[in-house]
């Protein structure tokens, strides 16, 4: 089961960097109102990573909270497609997605395909009322590197929520 975990750290890290790099750093997208849609998808995203990642090491969702915990699985998946979408409708702007990012996108995608292989046998276990928590064994510094992404997920699902209903102040630090 630590390869569930260790797989998901991979993804954090990726799409950590995929945050502060490409969309902070190159495109400064809270700044564009152009990219409100897109930020409300990525909102809705971080959200939902932010609850995986603070949850899964320490929890086990056995019965039915193993059937939410797949519903926002199945959510991510769903706003992963649409943001595939709209960013390229959106990021004309900008010449459309950076290359780079284009490349850390099929990055990502193949850690998660590589993280839901994993994780659906350890999800079903838990809906049959089996399992256990997936942190047991795992090195600590993986648990809390785990649960400080899914602090920054929760920041950024806010702060990418804010920016996308075009309130100011969440487009700090660029200038407005």
């Known amino acids: 089961m630590n390869e569930v975990l260790w797989l998901l750290a991979v993804q954090g890290a990726l799409g950590a960097f995929d945050t502060l790099y490409f969309h902070e750093w190159k495109a400064r997208l809270p700044i564009r109102s152009e990219m409100r849609s897109e930020l409300g998808l990525h909102a809705v995203r971080s959200a939902i990573y932010g609850i995986v990642f ?68 350890v999800l079903y276990g838990w809906f049959s009322g089996r399992g256990e928590t997936l942190g047991i064994g795992m090195p600590s510094v993986v648990l809390v590197g785990l649960t400080a992404l899914g602090i920054g997920s929760l920041v950024s699902a806010l702060r990418d929520g804010l920016a996308a209903r075009g309130v100011l102040p969440a487009a700090w630090p660029w200038p407005g």
Do not use: K, Q
């Open 54 to 121: 603070c949850s899964l090491p320490w929890l086990a969702w056995t019965g039915a909270a193993a059937g939410v915990l797949a519903v926002l699985l199945a959510v991510e998946a769903v706003v992963t497609f649409a943001d595939f979408v709209v960013e390229d409708r959106v990021r004309t702007c900008l010449g459309g997605v950076y290359p780079g990012e284009r490349v850390m996108h099929g990055l990502m995608a193949v850690v998660y395909g590589a993280f839901m292989t994993t994780f659906v046998p």
